[in-house]
C-alpha cells in the first residue's frame, strides 16, 4: 500500500483512461487530451509522487515505486483494467506497470518512451546530467537543489528495462513519437520492434507533441483506442 494519495483531475463519462505526464510536470500537461477523450472516457490525469500537488511520500522516488503508486491508484478508484497513456518518464512508468501488471492495462501508449537513459540523444542528455551534478553538490544544503537532483536523477539513472522482457507482453501498444523527438530513432524502433502487438506513429513535432500538436496526436490515439473488439473490456 502506497504511503500517499496520487493528486489528479477528473474529467469525462464512460470507461476509465489514464494518462501519466513526463518528468518535472503534473496531470495539466494532457489539457488538449482531456477535452478531446472526455466525451467518450472518464480520463484522470494524475500527478506522479513529488509531482504537481502530489506529496514526495518518503518511499524510493523510483520508476518501479511510481508503476506501484499507479496500481495503488487503480485499487483506491476500483479501476481493474484501463487503456493507458504515458509520456515520457509517464511511459517507463506505464511500461514498467504493464510488465509487472498486463492484465490490468487494456490498451498501452507509449509517447516518448526510453528502456535506459541511452535512448535519449546526447545533446540532450548531457545537459541532463550536468544538471544533475551540479544540483547533487548542495543537496545536502538546499532543499531545493535536493528535490531538483531527484528529480534529474531520474533521467540520469533510470529507466533501466530489458529489451528482452518486452517480448512476453501482449497487450496491444502504440508506440509514437515526434519526427524530431528527444529519444533516438533507433531506440524508439527498438521498443517498437521488440513489443510483439504495437505499432509506430510518428507526428510531426518534437518531444512535447501531445501539447504541441495536439489534432495528429489524438487522432492516432483514438484510432488506436477504438479499433479491435476488445479495446473497452
Same mark, same amino acid.
Given at each position: 500500500m502506497s504511503d500517499i494519495s496520487l493528486c489528479y483531475t477528473k474529467q469525462g463519462a464512460g470507461p476509465p483512461l489514464l494518462l501519466l505526464h513526463g518528468n518535472g510536470q503534473d496531470g495539466s500537461y494532457f489539457i488538449h487530451q482531456m477535452e478531446y477523450f472526455s466525451s467518450r472516457y472518464t480520463v484522470y490525469a494524475m500527478d506522479t509522487r513529488g509531482h504537481g500537488h502530489s506529496p514526495r511520500g518518503a518511499a524510493p522516488f523510483t520508476i518501479a515505486q511510481f508503476a506501484q503508486d499507479l496500481s495503488d491508484f487503480m485499487n483506491e478508484h476500483d479501476i481493474l483494467r484501463a487503456p493507458i &497513456?504515458?509520456? #515520457? $518518464? %509517464? %511511459? =517507463?512508468?506505464a511500461l514498467t506497470f504493464a510488465l509487472a @501488471?498486463? %492484465?490490468? /492495462? #487494456?490498451r498501452l501508449i507509449l509517447n516518448g518512451a =526510453? &528502456? $535506459?537513459? #541511452? %535512448? /535519449?540523444k546526447p545533446q540532450v542528455q548531457i545537459p541532463i546530467v550536468m544538471g544533475y551534478k551540479l544540483a547533487s553538490l548542495f543537496a545536502g544544503k538546499s532543499k531545493k537543489a535536493k528535490a531538483h537532483a531527484e528529480m534529474l536523477g531520474l533521467m540520469v539513472n533510470e529507466p533501466h528495462i530489458d529489451p528482452e522482457t518486452l517480448e512476453s507482453l501482449r497487450v496491444r501498444t502504440l508506440v509514437i513519437v515526434g519526427t524530431r $523527438?528527444?529519444?533516438? $530513432?533507433?531506440h524508439t524502433l527498438l521498443i517498437? @520492434?521488440?513489443l510483439p502487438r504495437s505499432r509506430l506513429e510518428v507526428i510531426v513535432g518534437d518531444h512535447f507533441i501531445a501539447a504541441k500538436n495536439p489534432g495528429p496526436f489524438n487522432r492516432a490515439v483514438e484510432k488506436f483506442l477504438t479499433e479491435g473488439k476488445d479495446l473497452l473490456l
Open positions: &497513456l504515458g509520456f #515520457s $518518464d %509517464g %511511459g =517507463n512508468i @501488471h498486463p %492484465g490490468r /492495462v #487494456s =526510453n &528502456l $535506459d537513459p #541511452s %535512448g /535519449v $523527438d528527444m529519444i533516438k $530513432d533507433s517498437a @520492434h521488440s
